[in-house]
């Protein structure tokens, strides 16, 4: 399939030279000025990165309060943004005309090795059953005791959480949750740890989010912003599952099979959460659990609806670029919010400001990479079930 849409050796040359000026360049100028970017809140001056990832955790007073500082100082620098997303979706656009692709997220799905009618059935059905998503908001609006919702509350914790988890818990839960499984994935976590191969803390300059880098021959490294919560213990069980995929591969496959697309990679990611919450559920009291169990159903929100959402907001960008050939800053933030009010649904009241998150969604710069996770999210809770049934079957999710 992917011979009809390849170029001349020399056009082929040509593209890969201009990648870094057209596309490469553009995206780590607007990701440096996002991270070492300072929001100003209470006497405080944070990174982008650490206030967004400290609003959840908040009251709700304070919670909208950083929200409303952070969307301020991202608007901000939506100028630039603006300026890139329009450069690099004009790119695409280029690329996508020359190797005769009809649509923006085709390529993407090729590359991914995922059939476009299936990706395009899936974000159908996702779609349709948006209203999940907001049953599930309403739901959260009454145990925040809120009459509706801003977008601070989006991934807000419910109630008081009086357990934490540092970092050095969160490697001992870790471990015995691996171990059960399989000691070969305790002994790797250790090997990581070992030779200082996982970046923990938040700091500035350092990207947002959570990362593995895995690649035949070289050392396996992971970016965390952990911090001392149950989402942050998640995050490095899901890293982990990246890894270890990377780890069977390239020691099992023989070279042209080493490599995985990123829709496999996420099945490894979201399953390896899955041990991890559930060695770590019956050990909390029963109001952690109750949060913990939202905290869960939540993140099956966010990784199914929400990068749906995401997917269509690309999609409705890249075709509105491609028309006109320019969208301006505050267009984008209306079409971002137009998305994500289609997910959060009625409980929700947004703000112009709030659209303005898409200078920070590192994501949309991997053009549709977003809806590999509700990939991920469904096989990983399939191959659970079985499981769960059979912990047998644990031979063939390693073979898997």
């Known amino acids: 399939k992917r011979s009809a849409h390849t170029l001349t050796t020399a056009e082929e040359k040509i593209i890969n030279l201009m990648h870094l000026p057209a596309h490469t360049l553009w995206v780590r100028s607007n990701e440096n000025l996002v991270t070492q970017t300072l929001v100003d809140w209470q006497g405080q001056s944070i990174p982008i990165p650490s206030a967004a990832g400290k609003i959840p955790s908040l009251p709700t007073p304070e919670r909208r309060s950083l929200h409303q500082a952070l969307m301020l100082k991202l608007s901000e620098l939506a100028t630039n943004s603006e300026s890139e997303l329009n450069a690099i979706v004009l790119h695409k656009k280029i690329l996508d005309d020359l190797r005769h692709f009809k649509k923006p997220y085709e390529s993407t799905t090729l590359s991914y090795q995922t059939d476009l009618a299936t990706v395009e059935n899936l974000v159908k059905a996702v779609t349709s059953h948006f209203p999940l998503a907001h049953r599930f908001y309403r739901l959260k609006a009454k145990m925040l005791k809120l009459k509706s919702l801003t977008y601070a509350d989006r991934a807000a914790e419910v109630g008081e959480t009086k357990k934490k988890i540092p970092f050095h818990e969160a490697i001992e839960i870790v471990k015995s949750a691996f171990r059960k499984v399989d000691p070969l994935y305790e002994e790797a976590f250790n090997n990581f740890l070992l030779h200082g191969q996982i970046d923990v803390n938040p700091q500035l300059g350092k990207r947002g989010g959570a990362y593995c880098s895995s690649q035949y021959g070289l050392p396996t490294y992971i970016l965390l912003n952990h911090q001392p919560d149950f989402n942050s213990l998640l995050t490095l069980a899901h890293e982990l599952g990246h890894a270890f995929h990377g780890m069977l591969s390239f020691k099992h496959q023989p070279p042209l099979y080493r490599d995985y697309t990123i829709a496999t990679a996420e099945v490894a990611s979201t399953l390896f959460e899955n041990f991890v919450f559930d060695e770590v559920l019956p050990t909390l009291t029963p109001q952690e659990q109750v949060v913990a169990l939202h905290n869960k159903i939540m993140g099956s929100v966010q990784t199914i609806f929400r990068q749906v959402a995401c997917f269509n907001f ?47 969604w590192s994501h949309l710069r991997n053009f549709f990479y977003v809806y590999s996770y509700a990939f991920g999210e469904l096989i990983s809770n399939a191959l659970y079930e079985e499981y769960k049934k059979d912990p047998k079957f644990k031979t063939k999710i390693k073979d898997f």
């Open 314 to 360: 690309e999609t409705e960008l890249h075709t509105l670029i491609r028309e006109r050939g320019h969208l301006s800053k505050e267009e984008m933030a209306a079409l971002m919010n137009k998305h994500m009010q289609a997910y959060l649904g009625p409980a929700f009241k947004l703000t112009p400001e709030d659209g303005y998150f898409f200078v920070y």
